[in-house]
């Protein structure tokens, strides 16, 4: 009978332990750049708080109540700082994807299927926080969180 290689096993083991863990830093890295990012949206809201008039505007445009203006705070505010700190990231990053969605129609939905002189997409700044926001949706926190999942 033939004896199992411990050095090839014990190298398969490192390299797997490896990749979890620059999983965990890939996960953080976006996490961190999402959650900061659309913070400073939010941060830009509150000590600017007249700019949920012009969310509010565009609400009542379309027929609903200009209220819904200060759920902002909780996609640009308390969406990113759970994002940022790992503590019910999933639901973070839905209040984000879902504060991304309502940007996108609202205020730049004419924008949609345009590109800038550059040859860019016109909302790709948007698209990086929808699309960042959705895939820490999908991937969950990551091990370095307060609360993993």
């Not at 199992?4 to 863990?21: G, L």
């Not at 960042?132 to 609360?147: E, W």
């Amino acid at each position: 009978m033939e004896k199992p290689d411990y050095d090839k096993t014990h190298h398969q083991h490192e390299m797997s332990r490896t990749m979890h863990n620059q999983e965990a830093v890939a996960k953080l890295i976006l996490r961190l750049t999402v959650g900061i990012l659309m913070l400073l949206h939010g941060t830009a809201k509150i000590i600017n708080p007249e700019t949920l008039d012009f969310i509010g505007q565009n609400l009542s445009d379309i027929g609903l109540s200009p209220l819904i203006a200060y759920a902002v705070y909780l996609g640009e505010v308390l969406g990113p700082l759970m994002i940022i700190f790992g503590y019910y990231t999933r639901v973070g990053a839905l209040l984000v994807v879902i504060n991304m969605v309502f940007a996108i129609l609202l205020v730049h939905s004419g924008q949609l299927l345009q590109l800038t002189s550059h040859g860019g997409w016109q909302l790709e700044l948007q698209g990086l926080y929808l699309f960042g926001a959705l895939a820490i949706m999908l991937l969950g926190s990551g091990r370095y969180a307060v609360r993993q999942g």
